[in-house]
């Protein structure tokens, strides 16, 4: 897989500082530079808050001295997740210990040449990059997590009683049938009945262990008992401590007996 180069990537940029001369000379530093926009500007600390919240910058140039919030004010002021790579632009020298304290990337002294500058902007760029494949392998992460819970069998059915909700345990389920849009699961000796179609809860089930054995019922395999074979290629299933018979249907007679494991010199139905 071939790699592109760093500068490929549109780098959005703030600038936040309360002399026009400054703000000059930062952007037409950037305009030398390949894809970089910026973004917002701002002259007091206050707009830098606002100016980041709104436009989501990936690099922040932040002098220190503003009026109405100083730089570490506005770093203050935005929540973690807002944070843009910060690099510090100041006349200030003492501030810079502070600067690399609050996680700024960078400290450019005034007065900078185009070299000290490029340099920073460089560094600013590969952190972006770095965000960005730590947010991308992030959100993979995260969808497959999704996924992978998405299509995991359920192992407890939530069912609502009596204006509660009781979590069923799917082993201990018999059967389930098939009334229209609603199923009736049967757990032992109770039945509760759900606004939701045969087609969809069996997609949500154990395929190994649930099976439709008519088009309107669905078997819990490990609750079968017993199995007397009828005419036509029928079976009646012998379901759970309770002894329910269910009946299967003709033409799932193959799928049927392989799940239950039997073989071509089993005594089946004839």
């Given amino acids: 897989m071939s790699v592109e180069p760093v500068e ?109 500058f490029r340099a920073a902007l460089v560094r600013a760029r590969e952190q972006v990059r770095l965000v960005r494949r730590s947010e991308a392998v992030a959100r993979q992460e995260a969808l497959l997590s999704g996924l992978a819970m998405a299509e995991a069998p359920l192992r407890r059915l939530p069912i609502k009683v009596d204006g509660r909700i009781r979590f069923v345990d799917c082993s201990t389920i018999t059967h389930v049938e098939s009334e229209a849009n609603y199923v009736r699961v049967h757990v032992g000796g109770e039945q509760h009945v759900l606004r939701e179609t045969l087609t969809h809860l069996e997609e949500r089930l154990d395929p190994r262990r649930f099976l439709r054995v008519h088009r309107s019922v669905l078997v819990n395999l490990d609750q079968v008992r017993e199995m007397e074979p009828l005419s036509q290629g029928e079976y009646l299933l012998v379901l759970g401590p309770g002894g329910t018979a269910v009946r299967t249907g003709r033409s799932h007679r193959a799928r049927v007996e392989s799940a239950l494991g039997l073989g071509p010199g089993s005594d089946g139905a004839r």
């Fill in 8 to 116: 490929s990537t549109l780098l959005r940029v703030a600038l936040a500082d309360d002399e026009p001369l400054a703000r000059s000379r930062l952007r037409a530093l950037l305009a030398a530079e390949q894809n970089v926009e910026v973004v917002a500007e701002a002259t007091s600390g206050a707009e830098a808050v606002r100016a980041v919240l709104h436009t989501s910058p990936d690099v922040l140039l932040l002098d220190v001295e503003m009026p109405a919030g100083d730089g570490f004010e506005v770093l203050r002021a935005l929540p973690p997740e807002s944070l843009p790579v910060v690099v510090f632009v100041t006349a200030w020298q003492q501030h810079a210990v502070r600067a690399f304290e609050a996680q700024a990337l960078d400290f450019l002294l005034k007065p900078y040449d185009k070299e000290r």
